[in-house]
């Protein structure tokens, strides 16, 4: 009687398998490809250095390569795309409603701004604690869901955001959108008038977000997430919480969008109901996906291609931008897989192990 | 119940005890009826045919699917309905049968984090993921006694089926648990590794309670302390793994198959 009793194989595994996914509702939807992201950026590469030294001269660098309002939004797109890249690569969540993140910051930052006059770094503290603050009861509403449930169920919520925001016309100015929102900085007048000066003002908030999310994703909490991300159901079984985990980084996620938003409506002296739409969600996870997820490098090199890309083609007088990024992006999303980022980390991967 | 031993008379309460378990997947009872005793010390093995209920049994004990009807008492206190993390806590470990880890985490990763677990360090977003090192030292030890030290900093997804199941079972184990759900820990490995996984059972089942799924009746006939035959979600017999054996019923709904 010492003979296995065939049948804890092959065939009744895989519908085993599915049965635990759905039981406990983790069932992802989204392509697994992209989602199934290479984690490579928790891995401490032996360039790491030599990358941190590029991107931070790169960084300041950038408003003599090109136009510095310009310059201004591809950093602030940059911290956008992180803070979805911190749902989407390392949690396994797709969020489609981070405009209202981004979008509400702008508008509180844009009123303290106007109303009280204060140094625009506490007027955007003030967006981004906004942002996080309605990040709390979304996110404990939306975390339940995956995959693509839960990319629908934020969208609805920026939308009904939207909606607010519009219905608020005498706070918001409806179809106007603020106007005439002032960057005080201590009196100091170059920041204030000069877009090139005020690059450097500003650019610390943003390293300063940049300097959080990798704190995040190099902390006891992101190897928590990382293994949300790749098994939700055994993360439970080792006693994590899987959905409070889940909502704390959705605020904290939406803090970093907010931080981001509010640079934005600060470097731009306005804000408008665009930066609430579906299409500022939509546009920042093409950067984050076209970038590459999982890593932290991704979103800002999708941020310079797309926000470069967009201002080179509008300037051009040229009438079909949003065709031209789509067209690239189903390109980019169909040749590297894992985006431009990983893609190249997986060449340089591939050459090492050769040699 | 003829040729089956009738439940002993144990001192104190059982560990874990269900009455009437039941699970139902619109109109199908995968789970029907069960009430069963799990004594303190003891490796409980649960057999029966393919679908006979055991994986969901375990999903109903360890949280991760709630009964239909029925109760679960864990040292005399009502689980019932709890979240499989809240059960984590209270000392239920459990295996899963299709092995379930972090495809982008090392096996000293996944120790770390199994042992952090109860600490809540890992809620610290703001602290370096060097503190997780305070769990080296176990998680290596743990690693080692799986036979898995040489592999220690690959990561799961890379690992091969048997060490991954090496792996899983040292996840349980590095929760330290009173009672450890252990679903087929030996599928589909090969004779030296299934008589390795049984002198791992063997060895932390010490001090420990142990429910134990699998198919193979070498590993069953060796552990086990108690049988329990599942089949279409009743309990048909239970009793020591030798009367169980000599079951009429047993044999002809189970072990039959394995007889022709
Ligand atoms: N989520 C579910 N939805 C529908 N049916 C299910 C679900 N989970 C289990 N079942 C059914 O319940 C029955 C018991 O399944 P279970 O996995 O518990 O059996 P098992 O005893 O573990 O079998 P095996 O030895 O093959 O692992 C099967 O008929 C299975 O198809
Ligand atoms: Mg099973």
Redesign the interface.
Known sequence: ?????????GI??PD??RR?NL??AEHDVINPDLT?S??KG?RRSPLRWIMLAVGLVATLALPWLVYPPVAMDIAAWALFAISVDLLLGYTGLLSFGHAAFWGSSSYVTGLIAINWGVPFPLAILGGMLFAMAIAVPIGYLSVRRTGIYFAMVTLAFAQMVYFVANQLSGLTGGENGLQAIPRSFFGIESVETDSFTFYYAAIGLILLGTWAAW??V???????L??I???P??????????DR?KI??FV?SAGLAGLAGGVFAISHGFTSLQELEWTTSGKVVLITVLGGIGTLWGGPLGAAIVVTLEDWLTSSGFEGTGIILGSIFVLIVLLFRHGIWGTTQDLFQRRRKAD | MDGVEPVQATSGIPLLQTSDLTKDFRGFRAVDGISLSINAGTIHALVG??GAGK?TLF?LL?G??APTSGSIAYRGKDITGK???QI??LGI??S???T??????TGL?HL???L???TG?????????R??GQFRQRSLELIDEVGLAHLADKVAGSLAYGQKRALELA?ALA?DPSLLLLD?PT??MGLEDVDRTIDLVRQVAKGRTVVLVD????VV?SLADRVTVLQQGQILAEGSYEQV?MDDRVITAY?G??HA
């Open positions: 009687m010492t003979q296995q009793i065939k049948g804890s194989s009744i595994e085993l398998a635990v039981d406990t199934r290479p984690g928790r704190r995040i190099h902390s006891p909490f992101g190897r928590v990382v293994a991300r790749d098994n159901a055994r993360a439970r079984a080792l006693g994590y919480d899987v985990y704390i980084v904290l | 045919p393919n994986t999903n360890s991760f699917l979240a499989p993390e984590a806590h470990a459990r899963f049968q299709i379930s880890l972090f495809d982008q985490l990763e770390e984090l199994a952090a677990s109860p360090l890992g809620m610290r977003f703001w602290r370096s993921e503190q997780m996840l929760l087929e599928a589909g198919h193979n009746m070498h006939g054996r072990l198959n394995a």
